[in-house]
């Protein structure tokens, strides 16, 4: 029996994915749970699994092509026997069908000619008509027979609702919407939600759009085309390239934009002198109990913003709008910035102010393995509650970090190099750095902020006093 696997929603809210790398072909044979493709989605990459046995008999997606979810992305055919019977009975086993049939039922048309109206003198009375789907209901297999098409009378005055068209993406037929505007009023249009919400923000009418897709159904595409209207007739330019905004990159922008519109950012800087830290990363590197981990400054920068979390709550909260409220976390989730070939993504270590100094260190080396390897999952970026970016790496002193969506804080930590400072009232060749706190004014004011920049610092100059302040 041949199924179809179609695209999942794998994290909260997928609309789209983009196949990266098929680890089958046509012909394989394939167990359930084995691994089939890897997708990228707006947040990671993805391995799915197959959940039948079976041999592949074709691929439906091509690498590097960006699928909506609910489209079959690969046929498998299985020993289980194949119901002839039952397949012709179900008339919503097919895609298309599914619509077709729909459409057969809710639209009137016009009466064969010689056809006797149903409910006349001497005819049999009509059938009871079919219930419109609700959205996120799907038809009960097997539950309606696929039947040929028909005349259908028009309703008599006075009996009630109007016939009614679905409005519904092909490829869904579980998300079935159905529209009670009369059918006088609009003609049958085939999108998908993030398509018919993508148009209704730049104030595109779908009606007058002829539809590139799948059984004519309107694309992304077909929209952008509206708005962007003919295209110029010129030469392509020279010495430019064009990359596809997809993925990572493209939930960043969205979530940077989102971030610098909503919450008011304020940063201050603060240059110190981290010789003192330098020195214990070297002698921490020796202890056995950092044997198997990396010890880098940023482990002893992850410990001082988790104790100053802890002497300042408020910096590690966040903004309920919707409530007017202002969400305190007795819990610190400590995101870490990293850049990545696809983009930045913070993960966030759960539950970071229970780990002990060395416990940090391995979750710190690992976030960083796998956020190189392209492996972070959405579960492991949902939920941070402080960031830190670590800019110094890329040779620059500091910035001005944007806030991590739904977060109060972030801090950026820039490179540490040989600077002269005074010491004792001496110029002396010291280890010096920058620290810049970008947070949210509407929870965190100027002092606030000012004591937490200050005691991290503090930190940072003095190892000594993580010890007196946890």
């Known amino acids: 029996m041949r199924r179809e696997f179609k695209l999942p929603d794998v994290g909260e809210g997928l609309t789209e994915a983009e196949i990266v790398r098929w680890h089958v072909k046509a012909g394989d044979a394939v167990k359930v749970n084995q691994i089939v493709v890897e997708i990228e989605t707006a ?25 909506d979810v609910g489209l079959p992305i690969i046929a498998v055919d299985t020993d289980e026997p194949d119901d002839d019977a039952g397949q012709a009975a179900d008339a919503f086993g097919d895609e298309a069908a599914r619509v077709e049939a729909l459409v057969d039922d809710l639209v009137p048309r016009p009466p064969a000619e010689g056809a006797v109206e149903p409910g006349a003198h001497g005819s049999p009375a009509p059938k009871e008509e079919r219930q419109a789907v609700l959205v996120g209901y799907g038809v009960k297999t097997g539950a309606t027979k696929r039947r040929p098409r028909k005349s259908r009378p028009d309703k008599p005055a006075g009996s009630g609702q109007p016939p009614v068209i679905p409005a519904t993406p092909v490829a869904n037929p579980s998300r079935i919407e159905v529209s009670t505007v009369p059918v006088a009023a609009q003609v049958a249009v085939l999108a998908k939600p993030p398509v018919r919400k993508l148009a209704k923000d730049l104030g595109v009418d779908l009606a007058g759009l002829a539809g590139s897709g799948p059984h004519g159904s309107i694309t992304r ?57 330098m020195d214990a990363v070297r002698r ?55 850049a990545t070939p696809r983009g930045l993504v913070v993960p966030n ?63 950026a930590f820039g490179q540490i190099r040989d600077m002269p400072w005074v010491v004792d009232g001496e110029l002396a060749v010291r280890k010096v750095t920058t620290l810049a706190l970008s947070f949210d004014h509407r929870i965190v004011d ?3 902020g000012s004591l937490f920049l200050r005691d991290v610092g503090a930190m940072l100059e003095d190892p000594l006093r993580m010890l007196a302040w946890s």
């Open 284 to 338: 921490l590197r020796t202890l056995p109990d950092f044997a198997e981990v990396k010890v880098s400054p940023l482990l002893l920068v992850a410990k001082a913003v988790l104790t100053a979390a802890r002497r300042h709550p408020m910096i590690n909260s966040s903004w309920d709008e919707a409530a007017q409220e202002i969400v305190v976390k007795h819990y610190v989730n400590l995101g870490i910035a990293a």
């Open 43 to 67: 947040k990671s990459i993805v391995e799915l699994p197959i959940p039948w046995d079976g041999v592949v008999s074709g691929l439906m997606a091509d690498e590097g092509q960006t699928i």
């Open 349 to 411: 270590i759960k539950s970071a102010h229970q780990l002990s100094l060395p416990e940090l260190a391995a979750e710190l080396g690992r976030l960083a393995e796998t956020a190189r390897a392209g492996r972070t999952q959405p579960a492991e970026m949902a939920g941070g509650t402080i960031t830190i970016t670590n800019v110094g790496v890329f040779g620059v002193d500091t910035g001005t970090p944007i806030l991590n969506p739904g977060e109060a804080a972030i801090l």
């Open 221 to 277: 595409d077909d929209v952008h085309a509206a708005v962007a209207g003919p295209a110029p007739q010129t030469a392509p330019q020279q010495g430019e390239e064009r990359i596809p905004v997809k993925g990572v990159r493209k939930m960043t922008a969205q979530a940077m934009v989102a971030s610098a519109f909503t919450a008011p950012h304020v940063t201050e800087f603060l240059q110190l002198d981290v010789t003192e830290t």
């Open 446 to 448: 100027g002092e606030l």
